[in-house]
T-cell receptor, first 112, second 116 residues
């Protein structure tokens, strides 16, 4: 079983829709939770960074972490065609050098 | 701040050849990480450096792989006797260091390796 599980999709939504992406994990040592966006043939770009449980909002993006359920989510409001990309959740603990453990990514397409 | 730079962007090689990739981290970032990403998968950790010291290596890093970070600045990743299974995107990331906020990793655009 993988440490981080993420539905690979693909997910296709109309422009303006609310998108919900999520990951589950098994390692209770994870303390830092991130969402990266990756366009085709590019490197991952950090979208959201959260320490421990709680919510964080940045513009159209909201990240939620529920450590009791080992479940994290990313919500995208008013989705745009430019949001079409692969979204990767990533996590790390206090030890292991902060190496990131990634989900396999969810491919999102926002249709105009 | 020019971001993490990786060179080359794409490398095509024949099986059995050696290849070397270079990563220039964001200046003043003490930590440097290497990851490998295959098609349809998330990146997988390979190794990381704190300044010039290589502190951890994944079991994915076979004996054919070696990484260096002389003087704690740029890093190189060498693959000897390449195999077709080495074909992947090799990503480099850097962070300020340790702890909340300092451990945010910023990624380069990656080096795509194709082994024929």
């Amino acid at each position: 079983q993988k440490e981080v599980e993420q539905d690979p999709g693909p997910l296709s939504v109309p422009e303006g829709a609310i998108v919900s992406l999520n990951c589950t994990y098994s390692n209770s040592a994870f303390q830092y939770f991130m969402w990266y966006r990756q366009y085709s043939r590019k490197g991952p770009e950090l979208l959201m960074y959260t320490y421990s449980s709680g919510n964080k909002e940045d513009g159209r993006f909201t990240a939620q972490v529920d450590k009791s359920s080992k479940y994290i989510s990313l919500f995208i409001r008013d989705s745009q065609p430019s949001d079409s990309a692969t979204y990767l959740c990533a996590m790390s603990g206090e030890t292991s050098g902060s190496r990131l453990t990634f989900g396999e990514g969810t491919q999102l397409t926002v249709n105009p | 701040d020019t971001g993490v730079s990786q060179d080359p962007r794409h490398k095509i090689t024949k099986r059995g050849q050696n290849v070397t990739f270079r990563c220039d981290p964001i200046s003043e970032h003490n930590r440097l990480y290497w990851y490998r990403q295959t098609l349809g998968q998330g990146p997988e950790f390979l190794t990381y450096f704190q300044n010039e010291a290589q502190l951890e290596k994944s079991r994915l890093l076979s004996d054919r792989f070696s990484a260096e970070r002389p003087k704690g600045s740029f890093s190189t990743l060498e693959i000897q006797r390449t195999e077709q299974g080495d074909s992947a995107m090799y990503l480099c990331a850097s962070s300020l260091g340790w702890g909340d906020g300092k451990n945010i990793q910023y990624f380069g655009a990656g080096t795509r390796l194709s082994v024929l």
